[in-house]
């Protein structure tokens, strides 16, 4: 027997006897029935009982194949039992125990590769250092002697040091569910680390996450707590943490804008860009939404216009109806932060809100819109797509019309206390008009849109309370400190700002780590980035990642 299979339990060898002779014997075995007696009684139940390993299954594989009946036999009633090992001059071959490990194991093989990970013999020395200045390893090893030294010190180790065992100057740890032996570990925090970079940092180890990891370093190696070791050094790994993108879900609860009190004083601004080239030169639409009645007004553009001409549009198609308002959300694109953007409304006392830096939730409305604007027009434009701005009045008109699911009604009724007609509700409108006495006039008409201003008001807030109930759930809140390390997304970043003018696809999925400058408010934190980096300051805490502090493990230089 090879030294691990003497580290099998009796059952265990008793019937790795049986599957040897079988297979030895198979011309004379597979074709009739076979008995074998046996004075271990347990194997008279063998096929009852629950597999506890993969060794007893391939091993069951192999017996399914013959007509077997185990038969007890009393040692007692057997002359001979067990004489072949009861000779003293046949011991056990331990002198080829890494045949397990490499199957042409030699001298020359050994410099290279012990373990399917390939430690050198730099490792190997150091492994067998560390054992002589470890406490635990001296005493696993002291006991290991004398077991091996009288039997009367078995009883000492048979629970607690029974799995390991000492060969070649290493110490190796079987347990009873292990295939095969594995080197021993056991406080060297530095050989840990230096084993555990060989499996995840290599490039053939791929930085693997801990379950992979774990499985790739237990078939050959063991110290206690391994998987909390292997987890706490991948979190630790510098390159994970740039490259991995967040498992989890994006931290920080929703905070949704305030609701305003009238109509028309706060509003919603954001450009649907990119879009083919229509007759009329048109590549863009600049999408203005009301944020308390929901009413949108939709004008073509071009992507290129420029912040005056954007001052213009503004002017003509919503200061004209509505007045200025005096607050604006905007997704802080150029054409709203450049200086002259700013100083028109500077000019008329407006103060320019704008979301937090790529912060989707802070502008979702006008995001909402968007999207139904782009379903409206994929459904009427021409096979060519250059017609698409002259269908943006009657998309205006139908979307606006349209029951809103966030205030239960339509934009148009909330905003201007009723709904816009159209061919098909003309000759109702004239039939009806004479009973009804016309549209509500007068005091009427004052009371109905306060009342309607109101149930605006509660439906949004109710609406808002959903929407955060949905989005919050399974989330974390994220709080960083003044001078906190932490790495930024580049999710929604331009790769030309980050330094990394190259493919998206393969950048970093996290850059550098920044330090946290100040606190804007629960959600947004302005971190100090490099000079010249053309990128607002403040970002949402969900594209911000906390940097980890060192654990103690050694850092290797690759």
């Not at 930085?207 to 050094?233: E, F, N, Q, S």
């Not at 096979?383 to 008109?397: G, I, K, S, T, Y």
């Not at 990394?500 to 946290?516: A, H, T």
Request: aromatic fraction near 10%; proline fraction near 6%.
């Amino acid at each position: 027997m090879k030294s691990a299979e003497l580290k099998y339990p009796t059952e265990q060898q008793e019937l790795l006897a049986i599957v040897n002779s079988l297979t030895a014997f198979r011309m004379y075995c597979w074709d009739r029935p076979v008995t074998i007696e046996t004075d271990h009684k347990s194997l008279e139940g063998i096929f009852k009982q629950k597999m506890a390993n993969r060794r007893l299954a391939r091993w069951y594989d192999i017996l399914a194949e013959y007509q077997l009946v185990f038969a007890y036999l009393p040692g007692t009633k057997k002359g001979i039992a067990d004489v072949l090992s009861r000779r003293p001059d046949i011991k056990p071959d331990t002198k080829k125990f890494h045949d397990l490990l490499v199957p042409s194991f030699n001298e020359t093989s050994y410099q290279l590769r012990v373990v399917d990970i390939k430690p050198t013999i730099n490792l190997i020395k150091d492994l067998a250092a560390g054992y002589r200045k470890d406490k635990v390893t001296r005493e696993i090893q002291r006991v290991i002697k004398k077991r091996n030294e009288t039997a009367e010190t078995r009883g000492v180790s048979e629970k607690q040091y029974k799995p390991y065992f000492e060969e070649n100057k290493l110490l190796w740890y079987q347990g009873s569910m292990d295939e095969k032996p594995r080197i021993v570990v056991l406080i060297i925090l530095a050989l840990k680390h230096r084993i555990i970079v060989e499996v995840h940092d290599s490039n053939y180890g791929g930085h693997p996450g801990t379950d992979c990891t774990y499985l790739k370093l237990c078939a050959d190696w063991y110290w206690p707590r391994m998987v909390r070791t292997i987890k706490t050094y991948i979190a630790d790994c510098e390159d994970c943490r740039r490259n991995k993108p967040r498992l989890t879900k994006t931290p920080g609860f929703m905070e949704p804008l305030q609701i305003p009190d009238e109509r028309w004083r706060s509003i919603s601004m954001d450009f649907i860009t990119d879009l083919p080239k229509t007759k009329r030169r048109h590549n863009s639409i600049w999408v203005v939404v009301d944020r308390l009645t929901k009413r949108s007004h939709f004008i073509p553009t071009t992507k290129t216009v420029s912040a005056p001409d954007v001052a213009t549009l503004f002017i003509n198609n919503i200061w004209r109806l509505h007045g200025m308002p005096p607050d604006i959300v905007s997704d802080r694109d150029s054409k709203f932060i450049s200086s002259f953007w700013s100083q028109v409304f500077a000019n008329v006392g407006t103060k320019l809100k704008m979301t937090v830096a790529y912060r989707a939730q802070g502008d979702d409305q006008t995001e909402r819109t968007n999207r139904t604007l782009g379903e409206y027009l994929r459904c009427f434009v021409s096979p060519r797509q250059d017609d698409w701005d002259v269908h943006l009045a009657n998309a205006e008109l139908a979307i606006n019309s349209a029951v809103n699911s966030s205030i239960k009604m339509s934009p148009c009724e909330t905003d201007i206390g009723y709904v816009p007609s159209n061919p098909h509700t003309v000759l109702a409108e004239s039939r009806s008009r004479g009973l009804q006495g016309g549209r509500r006039q007068g005091v009427e008409f004052i009371e109905h849109q306060a009342a309607v201003l109101r149930q605006c008001q509660e439906a949004s807030e109710d609406a808002q309370a959903r929407m955060a109930d949905v989005y919050d759930r399974g989330r974390k809140e994220q709080e960083f400190q003044v001078g906190d390390r932490v790495y930024l997304s580049t999710n929604n970043l331009d790769t030309a700002h980050t330094g990394f003018p190259n493919s998206r696809k393969l950048g970093s999925k996290w850059i550098d780590p920044y330090s946290i400058l100040r606190k804007v408010h629960n959600h947004a934190y302005e971190i100090n980035l490099p000079p010249g980096v053309k990128l607002h300051p403040v970002f949402n805490t969900g594209s911000l990642k906390r940097t980890r502090l060192p654990t103690g493990y050694p850092v290797l230089k690759k």
